[in-house]
């Protein structure tokens, strides 16, 4: 049984009959440094499937110098990665998407067992992960610069290079697709990585590492560390010769990164953080398309995708009719261990628990929809999707509770929506339900909010600037924009002979 690796067992059927197998030993993830999966000194880290808490994997908490090693290795990959011609290095992306692609079930199968999703929620990311590969294995295809003459007829251009070494670091929420949206502009646009998913979701990448090395992408330009935050991602991140970070996670993790790397004013920061959305409903909707959409909104993934919207504000002259039908339509579709997962871990259940039980001890509560979850959950981290209305003030208006929890609030103007849509210290995503056309452009405007999706959720065009104002974070990706991450600007300025 311990020879088994995942890949050996692409279908869920297989799957789980081998983790329920009586002599089941979990698998034992190795770093992939310089090409080559490497054993780790380090004592290891307990992966657990949140549908049923039993441990599956064990995977190394690299230590500051596994990390140097995989920053070496990166390194000294650079040096010719770094002027492959760009109709190479595209080749090697799109055999990497075709890797994926041909294995999608198996990625599917394993993402939903390590982070508790769905499997038809795991196959979308899935895809998406594959199209991240796809987009950039083209977009490098077919790059314009910008070029200018002065009055004096020198031409001046803008010319690019890729950076360097970067830190790709990744959250357990839609593991693939994350590491992915980091690694496939990081690799098309010439830059080496050291990529750490979350200790809580590594399984992926190491698929993913597996693929790499079956699509023969020369040793170090990939290099997958697992690990904990402290100490591995924290090691990377503070890497003198890592070059630039490309973050996602919590706000709290970001700050911390922020100060780690204040003192190297040359490595590049993108931070792309937490979130507490605003779904604004007005009462002008369609109210069956608008209750499906501000639903999804709030429970795919259950509630764990940093773009949901956790604040639901419906003007008060539909509440009578959109409450109700809400609730019967979350009723009828969300249910748990079909199209709820669960959520990733009993930290995690404990501190959603902690908020839905908080909120059961003030009176001024409403419960529309789901209890307090019990303390000590059986056979997995289960959370039923919980509507409520809560207090203006209430803590679950402002923090982000990355879970199956929603609130409900009546609004009666636009300016006041706007106002207690924006009063949030995230400014991560927004989404406004309207059929009056120059509202969706004069709220849409005024929204602090770094992605606005107007009747319409989770749209995603690659080329458009991805990230968030206020505390979700800095800096944007996606097409264009992760150029600007990935490679340095040098303008040039040449006469004419
Ligand atoms: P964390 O911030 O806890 O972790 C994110 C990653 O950072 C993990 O790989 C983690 O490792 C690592 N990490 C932790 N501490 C450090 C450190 N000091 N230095 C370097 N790396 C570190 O976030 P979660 O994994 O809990 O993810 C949930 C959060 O991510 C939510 O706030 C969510 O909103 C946000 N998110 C934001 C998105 C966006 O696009 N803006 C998209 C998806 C999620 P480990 O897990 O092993 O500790």
């Given at each position: 049984m311990t020879s088994i690796q995942p890949w050996d067992l692409p279908t869920h059927s297989a799957a789980t009959a081998h983790l329920q197998h009586p002599s089941f030993q979990p698998f034992r993830l190795q770093n992939l440094i310089n090409g080559q999966t490497t054993p780790s000194p380090s004592p290891t880290l307990e992966s657990i499937?949140?549908?049923?808490?039993?441990?599956?994997a064990h995977i190394p908490n690299s230590t500051a110098e596994e990390v140097s090693q995989a920053v070496t290795a990166a390194e000294t990959a650079f040096k010719s990665w770094s002027t492959t011609p760009a109709t190479q290095r595209s080749q090697y992306l799109q055999r990497i998407a075709d890797g994926i692609e041909a294995q999608r079930e198996l990625f599917a199968v394993w993402e939903s067992i390590d982070q508790g999703k769905t499997l038809a929620r795991a196959r979308i990311e899935i895809d998406r992960a594959i199209s991240n590969f796809r987009y950039f294995a083209t977009f490098i295809l077919h790059e314009e610069t910008a070029a200018r003459w002065t009055e004096t007829n020198i031409l001046t251009y803008e010319h690019r290079s890729p950076k360097g070494v970067f830190a790709l670091i990744s959250p357990w929420n839609l593991p693939l697709y994350l590491l992915s949206w980091k690694i496939a502009p990081c690799l098309a646009f010439g830059c080496a990585a050291v990529a750490k998913p979350s200790e809580l979701t590594s399984l992926s990448a190491y698929l993913l590492g597996k693929i790499a090395q079956d699509a023969n992408?020369?040793?170090?330009?990939l290099n997958v560390v697992y690990g904990a935050g402290n100490p591995t991602g924290s090691a990377l991140v503070r890497h003198p010769r890592v070059k630039g970070v490309s973050f996602t996670g919590g706000t709290v993790t970001g700050r911390q990164i922020r100060r780690d790397t204040a003192g190297d004013i040359g490595k590049h920061l993108s931070l792309e953080l937490g979130g507490k959305n605003p779904t604004i409903v007005f009462d002008d909707v369609d109210v069956e398309k608008a209750v499906a959409t501000a639903a999804a909104a709030a429970f795919e993934n259950q509630g764990e995708?940093?773009?949901?919207?956790?604040r639901i504000y419906i003007q008060k002259t539909l509440w009578e009719k959109f409450v109700p039908r809400f609730i019967a339509y979350v009723q009828e579709k969300y249910t748990l261990g079909e199209t709820v997962g669960a959520v990733i871990s009993l930290p995690h259940y404990r501190k959603i628990r902690s908020y839905i039980s908080l909120a059961a001890q003030d009176p001024a509560t409403v419960f529309h929809l789901g209890s307090v979850p019990d303390e000590t959950p059986q056979d997995g981290y289960w959370i039923a999707p919980t509507i409520l209305t809560v207090a203006e003030d209430s803590v679950l208006m402002k923090d982000e509770i990355f879970g199956p929890v929603v609130t409900l609030s009546p609004f009666e103007t636009e300016d006041e929506v706007v106002r207690r849509a924006n009063d949030s210290e995230y400014g991560l995503a927004a989404i406004l339900l309207t059929r009056d056309g120059a509202r969706m452009r004069r709220v849409g405007e005024q929204l602090q909010a770094g992605l606005v999706w107007v009747n319409c959720?989770?749209?995603?065009?690659?080329g458009t600037p991805f990230g968030g104002m206020k505390a979700s974070g800095i800096g944007r990706e996606g097409g264009e924009y992760s150029r600007g991450v990935f490679t340095g600007v040098r303008t040039v300025h040449v006469p004419a002979f």
């Open positions: 499937n949140p549908q049923t808490g039993q441990v599956f992408l020369p040793p170090g330009v995708i940093c773009l949901c919207g956790s959720w989770l749209v995603r065009e690659l």
